[in-house]
């Protein structure tokens, strides 16, 4: 218990800290980075078998002289594809008017191959978009937008979308702009002709997601991983890379129209077409990118043949899309590294060995995030680690600052400021009642109480002076001493006892008195009581009526409240004195009561002053 407290705290408050940074989203640049990095160490899965990218090459253009390439080219390459037979011929080449000659060659194949895939660019709030050729029907379209996160890294697929609704409507409409329509895009649509192929059926599950045979393909949010408010319009998945440069086979387009190519790299696949030149501006950083010197950026058209071949292997493999924990799974994720790095912190006090244990425990976290990663699991590696090491370290650091005589000191001031300070300390107590127990003004008091018992057994009363012997009245004494016992005066005995030590205080259970205690004053009450309880013994007795002057106890219980509170906050509070009996017990005398009261009267004036003198003191 005296460990778990302390260290639930320290774990709750860096988790918490942890939890904020990432919610402001200043942990998103170093966890995209992680992701990065595990994309990079995956296993390469090598070539698709099911697809084929025909590149356009620098090469290809120096050869055909030919910038940007013409119709007539793109429709004798088209042509020769399918005399081998493609499952899907996919130009990722805008045509959004001819190019050169051979324009009308170009839309005839379309036209003749309903599997053959025209592309375009959607349209924005300001910018109308790059239109398909006008001749395509909208089934053979798909457009070839791609998602760029900050930092121009391309980490996730759009899958469809529906074009905003324009600030003013375009001058020209066509299907890439119409808001009334959704968009598949052109991996998409390629991978769904593919599948129609192999008897697969698409669809949406009641709750909207993406059917594709029995897979369902969840779309992600704006907080999905390490993401925080990313843009997530369309319908977007995690784009999982299956290698850096050898995703799909590829053959150039001179290679193509040559007759080059082997028909088994055709028959059956998802062909695509586009440009893998610099020229074309048309290629993108990647995940790989930090980690190459030299073609750091991917061909878009490789792109789009990256994400069909995930889809791919999702439907037809059974490859689980790339997921994520919710998140209370996250929490208790880093909560509990949190926890872990905390008990090695405290536990661990060889400097050596605490670096070694914290090191290993880190590569811990990564070994196990990357594991799961590699079975398609996105999980928290970076929280989970500065939890780990913030926990670990700074409970190190609270450990060496308590021990420290500064942190002491430090500890004390703020208990102090917070009022946390409850316990008593009992030397101090002890210390303070002796002095006042020892005092001249006590050890006359007890010398008076001695003198009272003196009397009392003489059947003479002093109160510091000389006092007639109490005959008593019509009533005899002994009738008088059954009628009043000694314990009515037991409230008195509290403030005119000899020094008795303080009770023993027991460590464990002691209780520390509070603002609420009685404090040793509510005696007066009792000695009210007492009073009004002699008062009614004596009207009993047939005593005659006399002025007993007991009524001044009401004064006095009213003096003592406010002294009560006037003791209430001081530090530390004692406990009452007490006699072991009674000190007289007496038949009723008018003048012996009143000097009997005076007595009194003056004992408490005498004891107040003595604590105002005490008080001012220690102020």
């Known amino acids: 218990m005296r460990l778990a407290r302390p260290l639930l705290a320290a774990s709750l408050l860096v988790t918490g800290v942890t939890l904020g940074l990432r919610y402001l989203g200043w942990l998103e640049l170093v966890e995209l980075t992680a992701y990065d990095h595990f994309m990079q160490r995956q296993p390469d899965l090598g070539p698709d078998d099911r697809l084929l990218v025909v590149g356009i090459t620098e090469t290809d253009l120096q050869t055909l ?92 697929s759009l899958l469809m979308v529906t074009p905003p609704q324009p600030d003013r409507p375009f001058p020209k409409q066509h ?69 850096e440069s050898r995703a799909v086979p590829m053959v150039s387009l001179l290679d193509v129209l040559e007759g080059r190519v082997k028909p088994e790299l055709v028959r059956d696949r998802i062909v695509m077409v586009g440009y893998t ?40 493999d059974g490859k689980p899309l790339l997921w994520v924990w919710p998140l209370p799974a996250e929490l208790l994720w880093i909560l509990a590294w949190s926890v872990l790095g905390g008990g090695l912190g405290w536990y661990l006090r060889h400097p050596a060995a605490f670096a070694l244990v914290v090191v290993s425990g880190a590569g ?87 003198t009272l018992r003196e009397g009392e057994s003489t059947g003479e009363s002093t109160f510091g002076q000389t006092v007639p012997k109490w005959s008593g009245d019509t009533v005899s004494s002994q009738g008088n001493s059954d009628a009043y016992p000694d314990d009515n005066l037991d409230a008195l005995n509290l403030l005119l006892a000899p020094e008795v030590p303080p009770p023993a205080r027991s460590a464990v259970g002691a209780k520390a008195p509070t603002a609420g205690d009685d404090d040793g004053l509510d005696f007066l009450n009792d000695l009210n009581r007492d009073a009004q309880q002699f008062k009614r013994q004596r009207a009993q007795a047939a005593a005659p009526p006399t002025d007993d002057g007991l009524d001044f106890l009401n004064d006095l219980n009213r003096d003592a409240q406010r002294l009560k509170q006037t003791l209430r906050g001081e530090e530390p509070r004692y406990s009452p004195f007490t006699l072991e009996d009674a000190f007289c017990c007496c038949n009723d005398t008018s003048k012996a009561t009143s000097l009997y009261i005076d007595f009194i009267d003056q004992e408490i004036k005498k004891l107040k002053q003595c604590i105002r003198e005490q008080t001012s003191q220690k102020v």
């Open 65 to 156: 002289k030919e910038w940007p390439v013409s119709d007539r080219s793109l429709a004798r390459a088209v042509a020769e594809l399918q005399r081998h037979e493609p499952a899907v011929v996919a130009v990722d080449i805008l045509r959004d008017f001819p190019q050169g000659p051979g324009h009308a060659e170009l839309i005839r194949q379309f036209v003749q191959h309903p599997t053959i895939l025209a592309t375009c660019k959607t349209s924005s709030r300001d910018d109308l978009g790059t239109p398909p050729p006008s001749e395509v029907v909208a089934d053979q379209v798909g457009f070839a937008d791609l998602v760029i996160d900050p930092g121009g890294i391309l980490r996730r």
């Open 175 to 243: 299907h890439c702009n119409n808001p009334n329509h959704t968009l598949l895009s052109f991996g998409f649509r390629s991978t769904l002709l593919y599948l129609q192929a192999q008897g697969v059926e698409a669809g949406f599950t009641e709750a909207g997601e993406l059917r594709l045979g029995d897979q369902v393909i969840s779309p992600i949010g704006p907080d999905t991983g390490g993401y925080r408010n990313a843009d997530t319009a369309g319908y977007q998945v995690l784009l999982h890379y299956r290698s």
């Open 277 to 316: 030149t610099p020229q074309s501006k048309d290629d993108f950083y990647t995940p790989f990118s930090s980690s190459r010197r030299d073609k750091q950026k991917m061909p878009g058209v490789v792109v789009h043949a990256q994400s069909a071949s995930q889809l791919l292997g999702i439907v037809l």
């Open 364 to 450: 811990v976290i990564y070994a196990v995030s990357l594991a799961v990663f590699f079975q398609g699991g996105w999980i928290p590696v970076v929280p989970a680690i500065l939890s780990f090491l913030g926990t670990a370290v700074g409970v190190v650091l609270l450990d060496r600052f308590n021990n420290s005589a500064y942190g002491q000191q430090v500890y004390r001031k703020v208990k102090t400021l917070l009022h946390l300070d409850i316990e008593i300390d009992e030397d101090k107590l002890e210390k303070q009642v002796a002095e006042i127990t020892e005092s001249d003004y006590f050890r006359d008091l007890q010398d008076k109480v001695k």
